[in-house]
C-alpha cells in the first residue's frame, strides 16, 4: 500500500517528468519556424541552413553511401552561404520535383541548382543566376553538326527527356527535327548508344558528366549560335525579401572572386573531369 508521502513523492516526479517533456516540446518547437517569422530570422535563430540533397546527381550534388557525407556543387556553395550566415548545413533528402515543395512546406531554406522555369515562379521565388548552364548535345560517333539549323531537319532525330528543359528547349528551337521522347535521360543516352537517335540535349554540366562516364555514346558539341539556361536558388515566397537580396548579394560577391568557378571544377573533378576536358569556349 502506498502511503501519502509516497503519493506525494509520485505525484512531485509526475510533475517533474512532465516538465522535461514539455521542456522538450518547447525546445523542439523553438528549432521550427516562428508565427509570421522570416526565413532569414529563422536562419539566424536557429543558426541552421536547411537545403535539399538530391542522391545521384553529381556534379550537383553526391552522397557517399558508407560515410553519409555529402559533397559536389551545391553542397560547396551552401556550406559557404550557410557560413556567412554564422550557420551550419542542414540537408534533406529530396528530389528535383519535390523540392519546390520542400521549399512550399519550409521543410527547407533554399533549393539550389533550379531552373527558374514559369510553372516553378508561380510557388517559389528565385534568385539571380548561378550560372548559365549551356545547352550543348552529344553527337553520335560521325554526326558532327555545327549550328542549330543542322538539327532542324526531319531526317535528324534528337533524344530528350520528356519534360526536362531539354525537351521543352528541343521543342521550342528544333519544330522541324524529328523529336524521340523518353522518360529518362539515360533512356535519351541509350537512344543514342542503340542508334535509334542522331544525339541527345543536354546542358553541359550534365553532358560533360555523360560523355566521360561513357566515351562511346559520341561526343560533346556546342552548337551555334550558343545558348544558354540560367540556373538559379530557389526560395520561399516571403513578405520580407531580405533572405533572397542576401543571397543575390551573395552571390554576386562570390563570382567576382572567382569562387563560382572553382566550386565548379571541383565538383566536376568527383565524376573525374579536370579542367582540359571542358570544350574551349565554354562558359558557366
Request: proline fraction near 5%.
Amino acid at each position: 500500500m502506498v502511503n501519502r508521502r509516497e503519493i506525494g513523492s509520485l505525484v512531485g516526479l509526475g510533475a517533474a517528468a512532465a516538465a522535461i517533456a514539455a521542456g522538450s516540446t518547447v525546445t523542439q518547437a523553438a528549432a521550427q519556424a516562428q508565427p509570421g517569422e522570416s526565413t532569414f530570422a529563422q536562419i539566424r535563430r536557429t543558426k541552421k541552413l536547411r537545403i535539399a540533397g538530391i542522391v545521384g546527381t553529381e556534379p550537383y550534388y553526391h552522397k557517399d553511401i558508407a560515410t553519409g557525407q555529402w559533397s559536389g556543387f551545391c553542397v560547396a556553395m551552401a556550406t559557404d552561404l550557410a557560413k556567412s550566415l554564422e550557420a551550419e548545413v542542414e540537408i534533406v533528402e529530396s528530389t528535383w520535383g519535390n523540392s519546390v515543395l520542400d521549399l512550399q512546406s519550409n521543410k527547407i531554406d533554399i533549393m539550389f541548382g533550379l531552373s527558374p522555369t514559369p510553372s516553378r515562379a508561380l510557388i517559389v521565388e528565385f534568385t539571380r543566376p548561378i550560372m548559365n548552364n549551356t545547352f550543348t548535345i552529344i553527337a553520335k560517333p560521325g554526326f558532327e553538326p555545327k549550328t542549330w539549323d543542322d538539327l532542324n531537319k526531319p531526317d535528324v532525330r534528337v533524344a530528350v527527356d520528356i519534360g526536362s528543359t531539354h525537351d521543352l528547349y528541343a521543342r521550342r528551337i528544333l519544330p522541324k527535327a524529328t523529336l524521340v521522347a523518353l522518360k529518362t535521360p539515360d533512356e535519351a543516352v541509350l537512344a543514342v548508344q542503340a542508334g535509334r537517335a542522331d544525339c541527345l540535349i543536354q546542358v553541359a554540366m550534365l553532358s560533360l558528366v555523360t560523355v566521360k562516364k561513357n566515351a562511346k555514346v559520341g561526343k560533346v558539341i556546342i552548337p551555334t549560335p550558343v545558348a544558354a539556361q540560367p540556373t538559379c536558388c530557389g526560395v520561399r515566397v516571403d513578405v520580407d525579401t531580405r533572405f533572397r537580396t542576401y543571397v543575390d548579394n551573395w552571390l554576386e560577391y562570390s563570382r567576382a572572386l572567382g569562387a563560382l568557378r572553382e566550386w565548379i571544377l571541383g565538383s566536376l573533378a568527383l565524376v573525374n573531369i579536370q579542367e582540359q576536358d571542358v570544350p574551349p569556349g565554354l562558359q558557366f
